[in-house]
């Protein structure tokens, strides 16, 4: 390894030694044996692995329905995985707790030991706590692929813990986990971290498991993000992957809620991280485009809840995209019910079927229009940042985040600089009100403007401000039936 | 529109322990600041003992304690041991999304962090207007003499 | 009156000697005194009309949400109403059992007497056994506008009591009461039966009481049709309505899961109504389409029915309809809960609020094909039934059908040819398999016959035939996880 | 696809009373042809005497009931006297959609319609096969030597 931090695929020795060094420190204990954890990841892959069941959905045009779901207790767990299999998902989740995820291994046991299966401490599954053979227990007991959850800027034996089970999914990467999940990390700490899990997943893949990776990039989670600078993150997260030898990439659309501005951004995420993987040399690596239901704040209410899922199935189905990250009618409540996570996952199902099969009919110009938008912002981001790491993506990012040539809204991260402000326009399709020092091409930058000033001739002041921004946090909550004729519904 | 309900408050807000949800805190801070309180905004990944610290040397009149992933029961109760050590008792409120599960009924939360210490216990998607209301009444009760009267809120 | 049936309006004098033989005949006693009803109803209409809010969502481009929804006891019927509106619903019905849509108001009479609150022996309110006072206290104790839902071929009584007692909607007309909801009844028999409706609305309106009425016309139920034969149906209910001074109309697009056929649907029935109203010479009728949820099977799980909603509001939402009638997540089970039916109104209203406002971004070029497609199949069977009938529409009507230059599919009426058949294209879509003898031009012939080759090459022979119909039946079901690896679920 | 599990049965086939769904015995119709049965088709609305007519007229095997608005418990009564008036005994099926309300225990509505006399009833969305392997079932119960044997069964 070079020491200045760079995309350069991190040397074999060099792995070994902070394996060794990863497993002392944080767990006291002999790194897991590789050859071990490859004899049996590579007959669990073959069973039941990710990779190849995206590969046919993508050959074949389906979609492959995957919800999120972790609880701390092992009997619970299976049977969740279970429910979920038996709903249709075509693969299944284990999202690891947030103890775990900050490495309070300990304190993670100690919240099992206090969970049953009808009661879960954690919010998530304690994949240290359970380790290695119980964990291969569990996905041996499942019919589908697993892929497991977790985001932090360390996951280095999350990761490897993960693998050694039997995952052939895993979720994230350096700009998510850092950028959109953590406090005081920076990318000089935490991309090195990250290189590390893709390089081991470079071994597996070299030694007959081919493991999936997400790339969520700054899926802007909580608020509404600018499609075009949501891919920046993607296809960043995605260069540094490939960088370290990951074959298997799913490139993140988060969908907003404006139909014909998700499916564009579906289109566009997947042509420009195949086009900047090729351009960077990476051209072996394969891509599954995945939509994801909206991220930020969910209706409380059931049925509205059903009604935010299905405007994103409907853009996930027009796509046409082969993974579909699925929430549930719960989201805005709390974990959900197992019950209630396989409702959502039928419905998803149902719809997709419905409507995947009339997707051509359904592809507007307005789709075409918010597609070149797309592309035409990203490339002028990603281009910038290139250049700034003269061809690196990794120095490039460090180096734009610093100036905001990289820079994203409402991050709880102290090192981004947080001046651009996103703000939907009258449709609710997403724009820029702010874009800091994003370097924007002019002509955007007119469209942009052109499009928000539907929303600006609404708005009192005729300008748009912070507020406005605040506004649309509940841009998808619908509260009360605006009748026709006005009037309080509930008296 | 910024009033003075709250003027020269102090109020420390964060996220307690390993939750990273930030949108919540954002909102809160913009409130109490337009409420006219000062803020002291601790962020996201917000340690018991800093939570203490601050409440400590910031001299803070109120500390709001958010937690989003179900994990305010683990991280709670150092908070207020370590307060009570520290020998602050500034008005505590708590709120977010403080159970693990979707099933667990609401009763059974509130009574749980009630019992813990806080003063407040809040329901998840509760406006922070509410809570600007309800810190200006606790305050009064307190005697907190620079608050305006009663007739003057304006919130 | 002339003695043979046709589109003139009803004699003033007719109409009252009509009104006191069928009240004589069926009810043995006078006729309502219209004056008194007049008065009441005025005011009613004044305080919460149905026109009124029709209107005001036709222009300012809201979507009114309408459930169905009756049963026999009074306090559970205002129950219900009171959910309903609370739910969102923009005009409240009364859907009436069908005993009383036979004309057996007794034996409706002795079945309200065994219903209770809690459990009704009947599928509907049994409007002429709770009669004019009563239901007059019901609808006055709810805010809504309310619509009284029944279709049989002789509705007088249960019309005149519904106007009486401060309806200001009504359902169905000639085409679809007899031709879909009918064994033995004739056009001959059964349009006099609705003119003298319609010349009862026409009256009411004189005085000051607009009421809707829904044109349902071939609203094909059951199975699926051609948009365009469904929409002969509803121009020529109007006209029939318009006959006899109806002035508010509301043209029925029944929805079927093919999202672009669908809004081309919605907006080609509006064209058409209005177009063929104002060549007939009523130019004055103000219509008001309505988009109407799926007719035919439902699935029973509640999450795929809540998919089968979707794809329909989506429909709705792009299509801008002012009204929209709503089924229930419960539809395929039974008459539904009033919870259910207050979900499916939330749901609807929820997700017709996120898509309405985005809908010109979701036009899409097929929309425009499909809806070109119906105005020429639907004039040109309408130009041939009007030719038969020397320009008026209900001789032309009458004789049509005869030699089935007027046609529909799987109709239970025994005086319907019934050698049209329709079956889905491979998006969907539906077609003619089998146009019987409908008078098509030969360039609608040919676009239909290209549509069908697509699923023609997927069917095993090349051909497709009867058994690819009733395969359609299912087209909105959707059993078993199709997950990319296949295999079973279940297991 | 035609077999000749029903060759030569007649079956009685409507939908009772004041139900207008034509769509479950247009099915049922199909089926039961298909599977080599003399099907006489009434339709809907049709009168409880009009079944006791039919299957009396027409010597049925078997009469098909079908309801699907609700108000089968309305009508099937005055059918099963009128077929025991008229010393009609042929198998007797009812099906559709059996009961008003969505929250009905389907057990309740078995039971009822069973007590009432028929020889099965079939929940909603019964696959018209099921109803035509029933039949052979109960016909060969019954004796009837003309049906093939169990094995050759091959609907
Ligand atoms: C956005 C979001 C995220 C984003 C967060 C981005 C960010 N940096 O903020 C991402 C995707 C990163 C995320 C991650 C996780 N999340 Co999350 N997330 C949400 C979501 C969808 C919305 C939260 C939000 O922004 N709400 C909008 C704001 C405005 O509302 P609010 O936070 O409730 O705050 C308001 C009030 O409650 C009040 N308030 C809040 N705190 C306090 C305190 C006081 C004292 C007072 C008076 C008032 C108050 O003020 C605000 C005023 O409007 C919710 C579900 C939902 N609500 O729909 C889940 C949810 C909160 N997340 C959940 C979970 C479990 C997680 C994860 C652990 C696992 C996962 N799903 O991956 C991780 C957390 C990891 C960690 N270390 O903490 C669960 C928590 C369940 C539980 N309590 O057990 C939820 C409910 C989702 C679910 N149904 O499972 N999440
Ligand atoms: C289409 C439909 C209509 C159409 C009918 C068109 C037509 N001419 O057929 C229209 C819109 C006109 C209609 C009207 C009404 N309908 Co309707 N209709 C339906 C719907 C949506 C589908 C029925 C259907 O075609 N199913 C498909 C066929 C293939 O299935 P099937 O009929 O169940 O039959 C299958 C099996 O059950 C079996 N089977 C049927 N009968 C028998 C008998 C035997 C012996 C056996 C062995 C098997 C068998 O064979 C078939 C094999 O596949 C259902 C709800 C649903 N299922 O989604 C409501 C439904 C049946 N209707 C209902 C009602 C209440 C009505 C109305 C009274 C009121 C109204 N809603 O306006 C009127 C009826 C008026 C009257 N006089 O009867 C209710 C009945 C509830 C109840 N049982 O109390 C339902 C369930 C809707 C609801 N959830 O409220 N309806």
Known sequence: MSDQVSNEMLDLDELRAQRASVFHRQLSREPYDLDEAWDFARSNAERCGMAATLARAKSTGDTVAIPRAGVAHWDAQLELMRTLSAAGAGVVPITVDSLTRSLKFEDAAKALAQSTPDRSVLNGYPLLAHGVERTRELISSVDRPVIVRANAIDLRLVAETAFASGATGFVSGPMYATLEYSKLGSLEVSIPNWQYIFRLMGEYAAHGVPIVEDAIGFAQSGTCSVPSLMHVGVVLDALIMAGQGVKHIVPYQMLQGHVAQDVAGCLAVGTLTDEYLAKLGFGDVRTYVASSDWNGAFPSRQPDAYGLLAANVLACAIARTPVNYVKTIEEGIGVPTAAANAASIRFTRYLTHLISRQAASLISPEVQFELELNLMEARAILDAVLDMGDGDPVRGSISALAVGVLDIPFSPNVHVRGNVLPVRDADGAVRFLDRGALPLPAAALRIEAERLASRRARSGSGELSYQDVIDDLSFLEFEEPTLPEGGDPHS | ?155
């Open chain 2, 1 to 155: 529109m910024v009033t003075s309900v709250l003027r020269r408050i102090r109020v420390v807000v964060g996220s307690i322990g390993d939750d990273i949800h930030v949108v919540g805190i954002t909102l809160l801070g913009h409130a109490l600041r337009n409420a006219g309180a000062d803020v002291i905004q601790l962020g996201i990944q917000t340690s018991p003992a800093e939570f203490v610290a601050a409440a400590v040397t910031e001299d803070a009149d109120a500390v709001f304690v958010s937690s989003s992933n179900g994990h305010a029961g683990i991280f709670c109760p150092d908070l207020v041991a370590g307060l009570r050590e520290a020998g602050a008792d500034p008005i505590l409120y708590v709120g977010g999304n403080l159970s693990v599960s979707a099933a667990t009924p609401w009763d059974e939360v509130r009574e749980r962090f009630a019992r813990m210490g806080f003063d407040r216990v809040y329901p998840p998607r509760t406006l922070p207007d509410q809570a600007v209301r309800d810190l200006a009444a606790d305050l009064r009760a307190r005697g907190s003499s620079d608050l305006p009267e009663q007739g003057s809120q304006n919130v």
